[in-house]
C-alpha cells in the first residue's frame, strides 16, 4: 500500500536538494508550464479548447438549470460565485465548491463550470468561485477570499448535507490552503467532507523561479506562506470531520514536476493521518484532466468503481471520483500512490 517512503523529502533526494533545485532555468521553465507538455494538441490550441468548453459548458449549465449567479460572497468587485442548483428540492443538498485555475493570473467562474451538468444531474448543488487574480489580487488576498467564499456557503445553507471542495492546478491549491484553514476566526465551521486536488501545485518555492509567475511570489517568506506541502510537514494539521476524504490526482501527461508536487502532498497528508488517496489519471493532460468532467456517461458508467474506491453512497458528490477516472483502463490502477480499498 506504501511504496512511496523516501520519496517525499522536499529537500532530500539521492544528490541532496529536491529535483527542481537542479534543473536549468529553461527546464524549471517547462515544467511548470502545462501546456507544453499536452500531446494531442499544440499548446496554443490546448489553451483555447480549454476556454471554449469551460465557456460552453458554463453556457449550457446557466441555460438548462436553477441558479443563482453573481452572488456576492464578500464586498470586493470579484467576490462573487454562481450556484446551480440540482433539479430535485432537496432541504440539504451536498455542495461542491468549485475553484478554478489559471497560475493565480487568469481564469474565471464564467469559463469554468465544467462539472456541473452531471453533477446536479446526481443531487449535487455546485458553486463556482470567482477570485481576484493577479495583478489586482495577491496570493494571500485569493486564499483569504477563497476562505470567505467557503464561509458564505456554510452560513447561506447550515443543513448542506456536506461541502466538497474542488480545485483545478492554481485552484488546487488554493482549495489545499483550506486544509490550514483557521475556521473558528471566522466563527463558523464549514461542513467540510472532502478535497478533490486536480493537477495542483502544493509547494511555490520553485513558481518563484520561473518569468511568468515571478511577480506572484517575490520572497521565500511568500512562497512558503502560501505553501500547503510546507505548512503541513512543519506542522501537520487534522480534520476537522474525521471522515473527510481527499483525493490527490495528476494527469499521465503531466510534467515530472506536477507529479512530484501532488505524490508529495499525497505522502504528506498520508502521514499526517488524512484519509487520502492517489491516482495518476491514464492518458489525459492539465487540461483534458478538467473536460472529462463535463461528460455525463463517465458518472454513470463508473458508479461500481466509485463504490470501490470511496466507499461511499451512490448518491455522494464523491460520484465526482469516476469522472476523473474516467479514462482508467486498470493499468494505472495500483499504481504510484493509489490506496485500494481505502
Ligand atoms: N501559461 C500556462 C497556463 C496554465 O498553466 C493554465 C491555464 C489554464 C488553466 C490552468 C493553468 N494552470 C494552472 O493554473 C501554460 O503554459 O499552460
Not at 467576490?79 to 475553484?99: C, H, M, N
Not at 492517489?278 to 484532466?289: G, R, T
Not at 473536460?291 to 474506491?309: A, F, S
Request: some cysteine; hydrophobic content about 35%; charged content about 20%.
Amino acid at each position: 500500500m506504501d511504496g512511496m517512503d523516501g520519496m517525499d523529502d522536499l529537500d532530500g533526494g539521492p544528490e541532496g536538494g529536491a529535483p527542481w533545485k537542479r534543473m536549468s532555468k529553461e527546464e524549471l521553465e517547462n515544467q511548470y508550464s502545462p501546456s507544453r507538455w499536452v500531446v494531442r494538441l499544440g499548446a496554443e490550441e490546448a489553451l483555447r479548447t480549454y476556454s471554449q468548453i469551460g465557456n460552453e459548458a458554463t453556457k449550457r449549465a446557466q441555460a438548462t438549470g436553477r441558479n443563482l449567479l453573481d452572488v456576492p460572497y464578500g464586498d470586493g468587485e470579484g467576490e462573487k460565485l454562481d450556484i446551480y442548483f440540482p433539479e430535485a428540492v432537496s432541504e440539504g443538498l451536498p455542495f461542491l465548491v468549485f475553484f478554478h485555475g489559471g497560475y493565480w493570473q487568469s481564469g474565471s467562474k464564467d469559463s469554468s463550470a465544467f462539472m456541473v451538468g452531471p453533477l446536479t444531474a446526481q443531487g449535487v448543488a455546485v458553486v463556482i468561485v470567482a477570485y481576484d487574480v493577479a495583478p489586482k489580487g495577491t496570493l494571500d488576498q485569493m486564499v483569504a477570499q477563497v476562505t470567505q467564499s467557503i464561509v458564505f456557503v456554510q452560513k447561506q445553507y447550515p443543513g448542506n448535507q456536506g461541502i466538497y471542495l474542488c480545485g483545478h492546478s492554481a485552484g488546487a491549491h488554493l482549495a489545499a490552503m483550506m486544509l490550514l484553514a483557521n475556521w473558528t476566526k471566522h466563527g463558523v465551521t464549514p461542513n467540510l467532507k472532502g478535497f478533490f486536488l486536480v493537477s495542483g501545485i502544493y509547494d511555490l518555492e520553485p513558481v518563484m523561479h520561473t518569468s511568468e509567475n515571478a511577480s506572484l511570489l517575490t520572497t521565500l517568506e511568500d512562497a512558503q506562506r502560501n505553501s500547503p506541502q510546507w505548512h503541513l510537514k512543519t506542522a501537520p494539521t487534522q480534520p476537522v470531520d474525521p471522515a473527510c476524504r481527499i483525493l490527490v490526482t495528476v494527469g499521465q501527461h503531466d510534467s515530472p514536476e506536477f507529479h512530484r508536487q501532488s505524490r508529495e502532498l499525497y505522502q504528506t497528508l498520508r502521514r499526517g493521518g488524512w484519509k487520502v488517496s492517489f491516482e495518476e489519471l491514464h492518458d489525459v493532460d492539465h487540461f483534458e484532466i478538467l473536460w472529462n468532467l463535463t461528460q455525463k456517461d463517465y458518472v454513470l458508467t463508473q458508479v461500481p468503481l466509485q463504490e470501490t474506491i470511496t466507499g461511499t453512497s451512490a448518491h455522494s458528490p464523491l460520484l465526482f471520483v469516476p469522472l476523473f477516472i474516467s479514462s482508467w483502463d486498470g493499468s494505472t490502477r495500483g499504481g504510484v500512490g493509489s490506496v485500494p480499498g481505502e
